[in-house]
Nanobody
Framework: QVQLVESGGGLVQTGGSLSLSCAASGSVLSVASMGWFRQAPGKERDLVASITSAHDTDYNGSVKGRFTISRDNDKNTILLQMNSLKSEDTGIYYC?????????????????WGQGTQVTVSS
């Protein structure tokens, strides 16, 4: 069984900083792309940032220059450092990953989601 375990988040004032981490655990063979998505109240879930195993990154235009995603391939973890936070960054942040895991002796590539963590930026 594979899990994405998230930590971090919380309440911060406008202009403040927060960090989110996500770790893949279980019968993981390899992890391809990992990233964070965000869902604000009444809105769709959107990509915030992603990173490949080669450390290539992609950012939502609204967070470029403020957020940084990094990765530790040995530990199958990612970190999202969020600086200069704005009220529009408020939402539930979900970790996402494409993971190859063992199922009955076979390797299968599947997409996984974390349980979500709340980030609230107050003005």
């Amino acid at each position: 069984q594979v899990q994405l375990v998230e930590s971090g988040g919380g309440l911060v004032q406008t202009g403040g900083s927060l960090s989110l981490s996500c770790a893949a655990s279980g019968s993981v063979l390899s992890v391809a792309s990992m990233g964070w998505f965000r869902q604000a109240p009444g809105k769709e879930r959107d990509l915030v940032a992603s990173i490949t195993s080669a450390h290539d990154t992609d950012y939502n235009g609204s967070v470029k220059g403020r957020f940084t995603i990094s990765r530790d391939n040995d530990k199958n973890t990612i970190l999202l450092q969020m600086n200069s936070l704005k009220s529009e960054d408020t939402g539930i942040y979900y970790c996402n990953a494409w993971i190859s895991a063992e199922f009955g002796g076979r390797a299968m590539l599947k997409n996984y989601w974390g349980q979500g963590t709340q980030v609230t930026v107050s003005s």
